[in-house]
Structures are given as C-alpha cells and as structure tokens.
C-alpha cells in the first residue's frame, strides 16, 4: 500500500500540475480581461496536434516540438485576441463568454474537418523507463512532465514578478485606466496575456497527449476542469488556480486510490458544488492575490 | 458586479455548460444521404455519436452505412413488387448522450418520418431510445451497442444486429483458458454496456475457476488511468481484460506500457483493433487479444467492401456491422413487400437468414442475433485472424502469455 | 502647449462635454474648476487618450492628440495623476515608482530618479517596500504624484490632489505644486473643487459646469467676480 500511496503522490502531483498550467492561463485571462474562455480546453487540443504533427510526422524532438507549439499556440492565442475578444473589449461577461463558446466550436469542428476524429499518438522519448524513488518505481515520463511543468510555472512566476511585461501585467490587472496612464499598451498587454494563457494550455496539451493520446475531443473535460479549479481557487487568482489545480489533482488520484476510479470524473462536479454552498468567492477570492 | 456574485454567476454557467455541453449543438448535424432524382425512397434514420468523447464507432459505422445506401442505390435500389426504391439516410449525431439519443429518435420518427432508426452508439443510449421505437412501432436495429440488457428489455420492435455480447462471454472464457489464464483483473466502463458486461463475464469466470482477482469500474469520459494501473500492478493479476470503447482503450494500452506493466491487455468490447494498431507503435499493442467483432479480413467480399474507402487499412468491425444493417434492412423490405408498412417489415427483420460480412443473421424472439465471433490476435503489429480457439498455434500463447 | 477646440465627450447617448475650447500654454498653472458631476475627470481622461471624444480636437505640441492611443500620449509626455490616486494597491512604493517610469527608456536615469522623489516625499522612502494598498490616503496621493514625476512629463494634469486629504497634507501638495511650475518648469492643468487653494495656486482659470466653459480668465480676477465666490468660493 505504501508504494501505492507514494505512486499516488506522484500521479496526482503530474495530474495537478498539468491542470496548473491550463487554470493559470485561464484565470490571468479572467483576472485580467474579465473574459471566461470557454475555449481554453481547445488551445489545449491544438497544442496536442501541434506536437503531434512536430513529433511524428517530422521528427522533430519532443522537447523542441513543445517550445515550437508554445510558441506557435501563443501567437495563435494572441490573434483570437485581437480578432475576437477586442472589438468585444467593452461587452458583458455573458456576450464573451457566449463568443468563447462559439470560438470553441468553431475549432474543434475545424480541427475535426481537417484532421479527423482519428486518435494519435505521441511518442515519447523515455516512454517505459522508470526510476526508484523511495524504493517505489516510478514513470520517467511523469517526472519529465512534472518537472517541465514546474519549470514553467516558475518562470511564469519570475516573469510576472520581476520583468518589465509582468509588472504591466500585473498594473493592468490592478487597476487598468492607472496602468493606462503610466503609458501600458493595454491593448498589447491583453494579447500578451491571451498568448500566454494559449500558450500555456498548448503545452499541457503536449505533455498530455504524449501521456494520453491526441485527438479533436480531448480539450473538453480538462477545459471545464479548469474552469471549475478557477473558481475553486477564486476567479482571477493565480495563486489560487495553482492550489485549486493541486487540491483537484489529489482529490482526484485519492478517489481512485481509496475509492474506485468510476468516482473520478465526479470529483470535479462535487468540488462545484461544495465550493458554490460553502465558499462561492474561492479559496482566494475575496484577497486579490497579484 | 461583485467578485462574490461575479463568481456564483460564473459557477451556475459551469454547472449549466457540464449539465448540456453539446446538447446545444445536436441538431445540426442532419447528414442527408442525398437520392432526390424523384423517384420514391425510403428513409431510414440512422441515431449514433459522432461527436464527443465515443465518437469512433457511431463515426466508422454511419461511414460504412452511407457506402452502402450508395451501392443499393447505384445498383437499382430496394425492389419491392415491381417498383424500385431508394434508400435515403438521416442521421443526428446522440453525442453519446442519452438525451440527445431520444431527442434525436423521435425527431426521426416525429419529423423525418423514417421507416426504421438504426442506433445506438452505447447500450445507454440504445435502451434509452428503445421505448420510443416501441410506442411509436417502428423497426430499430443496433449495429453497433451490444448489452445484453438491449435485448432483454422485451421489446417488438428493437432488434440487435451487432455481435451479441452473449456469444462473445463464451468466447471471452474460451480466450482465457487457452492461454491458461487463472487470475484476472478486470477494468470496465461503468455505464450500462460496461456494467452488464462486467456482471456476465464475473458470472461466466466464476463458474470456469478463472479468479478476477481486480475489479474495478471507470467513466467512458476518463483519461488518466495511472493510478488504477498502480493498484492492478500491486495484485498477482496475469492479464487485464478491459471492456472499453477504443477512445479509452488506447489510453489505457498507453499507461499501462509507460508504467511498465508487463502483463498483456485483452479486449473485452469488441474494439477495433485495427485502429489500435494503427494509433499505437506494435511494442504497445503485441499480445493485444481482440475477442469478438474483429471481421474476417481475408474474404474477397470484405476486400472490395474496403477498397471503398480512403484508408482500407483502417475498416474494422463496426465498418461491417454497419454495412450489413443497412442490407439486412433491404432484404427485409424485399421480403416484407412494402415500403411503408412497418409491422410487415419488422416481422420480416425477424424473420432474416440473411449472409453479412460478419457473418449469417437469424434473430431469437428476444432479437438477439447469431453472429459468431473471431478472434484477433496482434503479433508485433499485424494482426492475425482466428476462427475457432484451436486454431491459434501454441507459439502464438506462450509468446504473449 | 495643450490646445482644445470644440471638444465634445459623450458616455454612450449621454453627452458630458458638450463643446469646450481651452488652451494651457507653456509654464503656466491653468486651473479648472466646477461642481461634481461637471465633466472635469471626463475632460482630463479625455486628453490622456483613456476615454475617446466624440468631436473636436486636442493638439499637444502640435501634434493632434484626440485619436491617438493612451502609450503614446504618455511617450509624448502628459503625466496624469488621476483622480482618487489610482496607486497600484498590491504593488510595493518601489514598484509604483517604476511603474511611472514605464515608457522611458533610460533605465540608467531611474536609480538617480527614485532618489530624486525619495528627496522630495521623504515619507515614501521610509516605504520603499510596503504595499501601496497599506498607505494612507495622504502618502498615497504623494506616491501618485511621484509617480507621475518618474515619467518627467512636460504637462501634469491633477485630478483633485486634495480630494480627501488632512489640511497640513494639502498644504504640502500644493507646495509640490508650485515647486514643480517654478523649479522644473512643468506646465500644470490642475482640477479642483477647492477653488479657494487653486485660484491662490494658479495663472489661469477656467469655470465647468455641466459640460461647458461658463467663465474663464486670470485666477486673481475671477478669485474676486462675484458669482465665483458665491458659488464655489462659499462668500455669502
Ligand atoms: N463611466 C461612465 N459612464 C457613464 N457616465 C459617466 C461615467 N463616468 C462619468 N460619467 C458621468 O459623466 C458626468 C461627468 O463626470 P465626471 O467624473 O467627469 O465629473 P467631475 O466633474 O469629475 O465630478 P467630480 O467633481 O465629482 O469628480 C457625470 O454625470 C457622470 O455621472
Ligand atoms: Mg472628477
């Protein structure tokens, strides 16, 4: 039982973390912008498909293909700003959200007509191989995923407390017009953010689709699940979507550990459910975190 | 607005968007098998996911049924007496959801006023739907959901046409005392075809001396199986029979492999192994038993049937079940002598002796079918047929066991 | 320096400026003054580019301001320190300060300026790293203001610096003022509903109300016009 207790450690830390990654971008947009992407999960997809086609179609290296598909997933994310969300800048939270929506149909329908609803597979480098940790053997490949994801949520970190962009990030989020003022390009900064939010759920997409597999409808559980550890962790903090992610990850990984994994996918919906009774602002709703 | 209020909003649209994801899109999905020259047709609706979590099978099988409504049609169309009709397909994609199935059933019979619903993609939906067929009385045949329960409802007018998970319990057994298996972990889906599936194969092991020493049940919607691979790895299991739709089947395949688990994977669904291994590299998949529905590739008729799509490679079972439902309709309706009379034409699908690619269908008063199913086996990468047990070599055994 | 023509401002149907010509010339301390709700935040928002007009023009330097985007009006060098403060609450003072030196480029300059505003509100280096959501409302309105003076604007606009502020503080900020006319030579357009410390402060008046320039003129005369000092000057 204690090898599985440890293994379970692990399996819920890689589960939390890819969450992190897709809840952080989601609440910086949402603390930011005030807009709900409803089509989060599908920058996701995309980021499976971009690695997919990088990995096994032309061979390029897992690794190298993750950074391509962040980049490129970004860029993506910052246009879908510029061309969809900005002449909305002004809208209400229901005319966004409903522009999310159809933003999410439209590429999953695409990504369904071009590619198919075929599955895919990504081959990753170390597949099979594992390491003992405390005497209990351990995927290399959860590792990899697990230590990719934390470097990148501690760049985020870094990027967002000490450069340049990331104190007009938080300027923003803080109070727009005075960010305005003190000569921010907001307009720049909501691209930005969107990219980086894409850009982010793209690689969990990646990482995922070489632990899972790749294809048109996978965005849409990890999307909502996003969207449910935001407003666990309290709609627009960072920190919160981080300890949301976490706390969803376990709870998750312990039901199928203690219980029966059937009761998995519907953690989530209790977890909605007990934070809209008990706590309907979040865990750090009600302090604003940046 | 409040942060508080903004967040209560946010959460109630979650929950709403959890609740109907997708229902919103239903109905925009009417395909139409397209005939329209002005001669009389016959339409037929066709209920099966093609979107959403289980799309693959609905997706293969409605392919299939549209190849041969061209054929039919292309080659003088369903003769009855001495006129000729052609056929027309209707289709609304059920998403995998029941409500989208009933939704999309009674729009067929309501609406469309199809002479028989073809449907659906998973046993909920299907016993879902039966009712509807039943009330209104019109034929329905299942091509691709396979519970037992289907059938068991008691229904006149539903008719299975897919390879009855009956038969395939014998052969499960069969499979696992030829290789010798004693201990089994058993993982399923926990919806209606797993569950049922999952009762008859305890029953059915039970009785031969094979121990499930691991049971557990998953979500058709579930990804990440780490962590129940972890608890089947700490048992003494010999091979894991899993009954699953391809979509998770694969991720499980996958884990399993990423987290070292030696022990083979058999299937217990009928999946279709020629997409696995076309999905996955062969050190995934070699070992990998598929128990009923993989169709007999070698025949000639089942050459040309695949030569008509883009990657024959890829036509599997549900390709052929799909295929043989919308002939065994014709048939049925030369037989019944009409096209518009429907107690005719279900007495007459009842009634069928009729030769598909999967095999003769003749319906029980239950309307379970006879197909027998065929073993696959895949060896690094190909797969290799089997008709009867006796006939996979020992080498074959001892290379996977 | 900044010149305005028939500038009208509408909030949706809702006009707020309704035609208004103004200029601030070089050096000067133009002030404007009028009741709540007279469109003198709108007016300044306007100018700095976060809020767009409907009609008419703003030339700065010059150059035509009324399309152009809020960054570039900062580059073009307008400091604004708006109304109610606006200091950025979960960053540090330091931050702050950085902040207000955003568009410029010499970064080198910045260590020389964040002394040369420590030297000015001694107050807020004693704060360096507290967070500006923690100061009092008078420490705050300093940070605003050497927030502004990081960017070493050419024109400040203040929006009511002594909007909810202890006397002795106000006293201070007006000195500021007056300091940064005289010893740096910035032009000020300063907004005020204590028209008693911005006659006394300013060259120039302009009067607001409801959307138009009613009166305008030296702040000495209209200090002593006798509408003014009934209506906002409170003399019975
Ligand atoms: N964002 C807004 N949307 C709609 N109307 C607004 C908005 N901001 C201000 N107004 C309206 O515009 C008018 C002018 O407001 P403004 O803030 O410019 O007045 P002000 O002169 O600065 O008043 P105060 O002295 O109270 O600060 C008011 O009637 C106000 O209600
Ligand atoms: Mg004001």
């Not at chain 2, 909003?9 to 925009?28: D, K, N, P, Q, R």
């Not at chain 2, 309706?333 to 002796?353: C, M, P, V």
């Not at chain 3, 305008?216 to 000092?229: C, H, T």
């Amino acid at each position: 039982m204690s090898e599985q207790i440890i293994q379970a450690l692990i399996n819920g830390l890689v589960s939390g973390s890819i969450y992190a990654l897709m809840a952080v971008g989601f609440t910086l947009v949402f603390g930011i912008m005030h807009v709900i992407n409803l089509a989060h999960g599908e920058l996701y997809m995309l980021g499976g498909f971009s690695t997919f086609f990088m990995v096994s179609i032309y061979q390029i290296n897992f690794f190298v293909a993750l950074i391509a598909t962040l980049i490129i997933i970004g860029v993506f994310g910052f246009f879908i700003e510029k061309i969809i969300f900005k002449p909305l800048r002004n809208a209400s939270l229901l005319n966004t959200l409903l522009a999310s929506i159809g933003l999410s149909l439209f590429i999953s329908n695409l990504v369904l007509k071009l590619a198919g609803s075929d599955m895919r597979n990504i081959e990753f480098p170390f597949s099979g191989q594992s390491i003992s940790i405390l005497g209990t053997s351990v995927s290399v490949h959860r590792i990899v995923v697990l230590l990719l994801t934390a470097f990148l949520v501690c760049l985020l970190g870094w990027v967002i407390k000490y450069t340049k962009v990331g104190k007009a990030l938080r300027a923003t989020a803080q109070d727009t017009d005075a960010a305005a003022l003190m000569g921010v390009n907001i307009n720049l900064i909501y691209g930005i953010i969107f990219a980086i939010s894409a850009g982010l759920a793209a690689v969990a997409g990646g990482l995922i689709g070489s632990l899972y597999v790749v294809d048109p409808s996978m965005g849409m559980m990890p999307g909502m699940k996003a969207f449910i550890i935001v407003i666990l962790g309290g709609m627009g903090s960072v920190v919160g979507a981080l300890l949301g992610a976490l706390i969803f990850g376990y709870a998750e990984t312990f039901t199928t550990l203690f219980l029966e994994s059937s009761y998995q996918e519907l953690v989530g919906f209790i977890i909605l459910i007990l934070v809209l009774l008990f706590k309907p602002s979040g865990l750090f709703g009600g302090v604003n975190t940046k | 607005m409040g942060k508080r209020k903004l967040s209560l909003l946010a959460g109630l649209m979650a929950f709403v968007l959890l609740v109907f994801t997708g229902c919103s899109g239903s109905s925009e999905t009417g395909g139409k098998g397209g005939s329209g020259d002005g001669g009389d047709t016959i339409k037929i609706g066709i209920a099966v996911a093609t979107s959403g979590a289980i799309a693959k099978t609905g997706q293969d099988s409605l392919a299939a049924q549209r190849v041969a409504v061209e054929e039919i049609n292309e080659s003088g169309g369903v003769k009855i007496g001495d006129k000729s009709y052609k056929f027309e397909l209707v289709h609304y994609d059920t998403e995998g959801k029941a409500e989208s199935a009933t939704a999309a059933t009674e729009r067929l019979i309501q609406q469309d006023k199809v002479m028989a619903v073809i449907g659906a993609s998973t046993s909920t939906e299907t016993a879902a739907m039966i009712p509807i067929a039943e009330r209104n009385k019109t034929p329905m045949l299942t091509a691709v959901a396979a519970a037992p329960v289907l059938t068991n409802m008691g229904a006149n007018y539903f008719t299975s046409a897919s390879s009855q998970t009956i038969m395939a319990i014998q052969k499960y057994v069969d499979g696992m005392k030829n290789f010798d298996y004693k201990k089994v972990a058993m993982l399923h889906f926990n919806d209606e075809f797993g569950m049922a599936t999952a009762e008859a194969v305890n029953k059915a092991f039970a009785e031969n001396d094979i121990e499930i020493v691991f049971q557990e049940a998953f979500a058709p919607t579930q990804h990440e199986f780490g962590t129940m691979l972890d608890k089947v790895a700490a048992t003494d299991a010999e091979v894991i029979f899993a009954v699953a739709q391809i979509e998770s089947f694969v991720n499980l395949l996958k884990q399993a492999k990423e987290k070292g688990i030696k022990i083979p994977v058999r299937d217990g669904a009928g999946g279709a192994l020629e997409e696995m291994i076309k999905i996955l590299p062969p050190e995934y998949t070699h070992g990998l038993v598929g128990g009923s529905r993989s169709g007999r590739v070698d025949a000639e008729d089942h050459k040309a049937f695949r030569a008509k799509f883009e990657e024959p490679e890829l036509v599997n079972s549900f390709h052929y079940s799909g295929r043989d439902s919308i002939y065994l309709l014709k048939d049925a309706f030369e037989r019944a002598g009409s096209a518009t009379d429907k107690e005719k034409l279900q007495e007459a699908i009842r009634a069928s002796n009729f030769d598909g690619l999967m095999g003769n269908y003749q319906f029980n008063e239950k309307g379970e079918n006879s197909i027998k199913s065929i073993t696959g086996i895949v060896l690094d990468g190909e797969i290799h047929y089997y008709e009867k047990d006796e006939d996979i070599p020992q080498d074959v055994i001892d290379s996977i066991r | 320096m900044l010149n305005i023509q028939d500038l009208c401002v509408n909030y949706e149907k809702n006009q707020v400026i309704k035609g208004i010509s103004m200029e601030v010339k070089e050096g000067e301390i133009v002030t404007l003054i009028g009741a709540n709700g007279a469109g003198k935040t709108t007016l300044l928002r306007t100018i700095s580019g976060i809020k767009s007009s409907s009609s008419g023009s703003i030339e700065f330097m010059g150059n035509p301001i009324h399309k152009m985007p809020s960054h570039k009006i900062v580059d073009l060098g307008i400091g604004h320190i708006p109304e109610g403060r606006r200091v950025f609450p979960e960053m540090t003072v330091k931050e702050n300060l950085e902040m207000g030196a955003y568009r410029r480029k010499d970064s080198k300059e910045m260590k020389k300026e964040l002394d040369h505003i420590f030297e000015l509100f001694p107050r807020l280096k004693e704060r360096i790293s507290q967070r500006a959501g923690t100061l009092s409302g008078g420490e705050q309105q300093m940070l605003a203001i050497g927030r502004a003076i990081m960017l070493r604007p050419k024109v400040y606009l203040f929006d009511e610096p002594s909007l909810g502020i202890a006397p002795l503080v106000i006293a201070e900020i007006a000195q500021m003022i007056k300091r940064l006319n005289e010893e740096e030579g910035a032009t000020i357009l300063l907004v005020e509903q204590n028209a008693n410390l911005a006659l006394k402060l300013s060259h120039r008046a302009y009067i607001l109300e409801t959307g138009k320039i009613s009166l305008e003129g030296p702040s000495e005369e209209l200090a002593n016009d006798d509408r003014v000092q009934k209506i906002y000057l409170g003399y019975e």
